[in-house]
């Protein structure tokens, strides 16, 4: 099949859905986001983005963490060129490129797509309004989705998905191989339960869980301008 072709291109050797705990990272091997839903309305996205602290004040300029999109900023379409970047304590690390938007049961999700030529897709429950992007967990949506589920009882089971597990040195990435209807049928009914318990977290003014809150990062002001010479 060929999503098995793309796991050996990439050196991913896939080992058995169960002991899924550790997971930080998430990929899809079929889009959620498919031509026949309608765009959700969702401001540009282009720019710098720096987090927000825990105490809900933002964080030092220069030490804070930072989403760096590159895009078109007039585009408003439900799927944008660009590419989003991670950047941290020095360190930048690719999320991915082309985002997507769909609205799902009410809650809006980013899908983005990893580089070609294999190409995987990676999901994110957030808000986002002219100044700030709220993901979730800060980590693909169906890390945070288990994280939830092993917390306690939920009314869903990622086990109903079809999906396996690469082993990594201190983590595991999970490989949905479910098709689009399915995943997306899973997250109308689990959706509501995960932007729950971020608000939750988010109202209390702490983290539930060890991720569960909003990540909230806000537009990074304009860089200031030279002063001109007397």
């Known amino acids: 099949m060929a999503w098995r072709v793309r796991w050996l291109a990439l050196g991913w050797l896939p080992v058995a859905a169960a002991g ?17 839903y309608p765009a959700p309305e969702v401001p540009s996205i282009t720019g710098e983005w ?5 105490g809900g004040q933002r964080e030092d300029a220069s030490e804070a963490a930072r989403l760096v999109i590159e ?3 007039a585009d408003r379409r439900q799927c944008r060129k660009g ?8 360190e930048t690390t690719d999320v991915g490129d082309d985002v997507c938007f769909v609205d799902i049961n009410g809650h809006l999700v980013a899908e983005l797509q990893t580089p070609p030529p294999y190409v995987f897709y990676r999901q994110f429950l957030v808000k986002v309004d002219t100044d700030t ?16 589920q092993d917390s306690g009882t939920t009314g869903y089971a990622l086990e109903s998905l079809s999906f396996t597990v690469r082993k990594r040195n201190d983590d595991n990435l999970m490989v949905f191989i479910s098709k689009s ?9 689990a959706l509501p339960e995960l932007a729950n318990a971020c608000d939750r977290a988010g109202a209390a003014g702490k983290k539930g869980l ?4 909003w990540a909230v990062f806000e537009r990074a002001p304009p860089e200031p301008e030279d002063e001109a010479e007397e």
């Open 133 to 148: 992007i709220a993901i979730c967990g800060a980590l693909p949506v169906w890390v945070s989705l288990l994280e939830l």
């Open 181 to 189: 209807s399915e995943l997306r049928e899973f997250l109308e009914l």
């Open 50 to 54: 720096i987090e927000r602290g825990d």
């Open 71 to 73: 895009g078109n900023e």
């Open 210 to 213: 060890d991720n569960l809150t």
């Open 20 to 36: 899924v705990g550790g997971c930080t990272d998430a990929l899809t091997v079929h889009p959620v986001v498919t031509a026949e």
């Open 83 to 90: 590419h989003v970047a991670f950047r941290e304590d020095g």
